[in-house]
């Protein structure tokens, strides 16, 4: 059954979680970018059970730091959607310049957000969303992470070809150093930065003092996200294309690629299941993809257009910080 409601510009938290029971099933939230919607699934019996209106174009997501609202981005549409983390029902929407992609800083103070089209990296207080600095680093910024102690923040500019960092406890420019052909996903890994490097097929390994280069690996056509399995210890790809698209599963100490899953329709975020099973944005196949990694094997569900971030409701059962990237 799939249900469709108003998006109201209401204040968080104002409106009733939908009334599923004690038991509400695991929920995939998926962030259709070219069809301003975004689809609920039930993860036990992969049917859609809702479909909620975005503005223009729903991208990425994060957790508060509390554990009690997703925030969806929709950049085109200035705004960020509130859920229910649980079930998925609707909280509100409140104004935001662009936000493309967000992370909370590790002690939940700032909200990190790249203003893709706006061409700025803003930073606002965690609690009331007001802006407190505002840089403008390059062109084009795509994605972000932290260093663990939250100390540093670096963001890719995509068309400028470039990795920026900033302070977070000074809240001032560290460097901007030139690292290939249009740069995408970023994250912290063994005291280094990856960055998917999709000009270039691959990534690279970046010094995070001074975003000097140390490795480089070809994974495939298009390598645009980069996500860590701490439970498995696999660090996975999205290549999304063009060309033969796929996921490419890495030892994330070597970076030796131990295997690489054939995924038409241009692999985008993924998130893992209990079960093991890894669900895959297939952004231009309008589908999401469950994918056994033991096996090779996976089904698909139709979604919006150009599905994008992808979130399980089932990563609450996870201690620690909960991000896109670490899963």
């Known amino acids: 059954m799939i249900t469709r409601r108003t998006a109201l510009a209401l204040p968080f938290g104002l409106l009733a979680p939908a009334a599923y029971g004690d038991t509400p099933p695991p929920i995939c939230v998926v962030m259709n970018s070219g069809a301003a919607s975004i689809s609920v699934i039930d993860m036990n019996t992969r049917q859609i059970i809702a479909t909620e209106p975005a503005f223009r174009e729903p991208s990425h997501w994060a957790l508060t730091p509390d554990r009690k609202t997703l925030y969806v981005c929709d950049a085109g549409g200035n705004a960020f959607f509130a859920f229910d983390p649980v079930t998925a029902a609707p909280l509100g929407h409140c104004t935001i310049a662009d936000p493309y992609q967000l992370a909370y800083s590790p002690d939940g ?21 007001s802006l407190v600095k505002r840089f403008k680093a390059g062109e084009m910024p795509s ?17 400028t070809n470039a990795l920026f960092s900033f302070d977070v406890q000074t809240l001032e420019p560290r460097w901007t150093v030139p690292i ?135 990563c609450l059962a996870r201690k620690g910080k909960l991000t896109a990237e670490i899963i």
């Open 109 to 129: 103070k700032y909200l990190v957000v790249n203003a893709l089209r706006l061409n700025h990296v803003d930073v606002y207080d965690a609690a009331s969303l």
């Open 143 to 159: 994605h972000l992470d932290f260093s663990p102690d939250g100390r540093w923040c670096f963001s890719s500019q995509q068309k």
């Open 180 to 314: 290939g052909n249009t740069p995408a996903g970023v994250l912290w890994l063994n005291d280094k930065i990856i960055v998917c490097i999709m000009g270039e097929n691959g990534i690279i390994e970046v010094d995070p003092v001074d975003g000097r280069i140390t490795r480089r690996i070809e994974t495939g056509p298009g390598a645009h996200n980069v996500f860590y399995d701490e439970d498995n210890k696999i660090l996975y790809i999205s290549n999304r294309g063009p060309g033969d698209t796929s996921l490419a599963a890495l030892d994330p100490e070597t970076l030796e690629i131990k295997r690489i899953y054939k995924i038409p329709g241009g692999p985008d975020d993924i998130e893992i299941a209990p079960d093991g099973k890894i669900w895959i944005a297939r952004r231009f196949a309008e589908a999401v993809a469950i994918l056994d990694p033991v096996t090779g094997e996976y089904d698909s569900i139709p979604v919006g257009r150009s599905p994008h971030g992808i979130y399980l409701s089932t």
